[in-house]
């Protein structure tokens, strides 16, 4: 029904930055929220950042100040803007978006297939 394609990972210095993208297809009816989760090796998956259709953003305090997130309704599609990077922000990203579909009666999760950060000099 919906179907999520993550872009933009990569290999990049301390300091440099990446942009992430996830777009969202299908059939969808509304999308309530966007947001971008990490998972670490040997750690627990954790929220990134988030953001809601009304534009209420949330940030863990790790990232705020350097990540930025945002969504374009019109494509159906959410991005990560990550600057100042540090090897602790190492991960795969994921992008989680709660949507309803037009064959559905209700918010459903749905998640993208993953993106490899690598911060490393």
């Known amino acids: 029904q919906v179907q999520l394609v993550e872009s933009g990972g990569g290999l990049v210095q301390p300091g440099g930055s990446l942009r992430l993208s996830c777009a969202a297809s299908?059939?969808?009816?509304?999308?309530?929220?966007m947001g971008w989760y990490r998972q670490a090796p040997g750690k627990q998956r954790e929220l990134v950042a988030q953001?809601?259709?009304?534009?209420?953003?949330i940030y863990v305090d790790s990232v705020k100040g350097r990540f930025t997130i945002s969504r374009d309704n019109a494509n159906n599609t959410v991005y990560l803007q990550m600057n100042s990077l540090k090897p602790e922000d190492t991960a795969v990203y994921y992008c989680?978006?709660?949507?309803?579909?037009?064959?559905?009666?209700?918010?459903?999760?749905?998640w993208g297939q993953g993106t490899q950060v690598t911060v490393s000099s």
């Open positions: 989680c978006l709660t949507v309803a579909a037009y064959s559905d009666n209700r918010f459903r999760n749905y």
């Open positions: 299908g059939s969808i009816f509304s999308i309530a929220v």
């Open positions: 953001i809601t259709n009304g534009d209420r953003l």
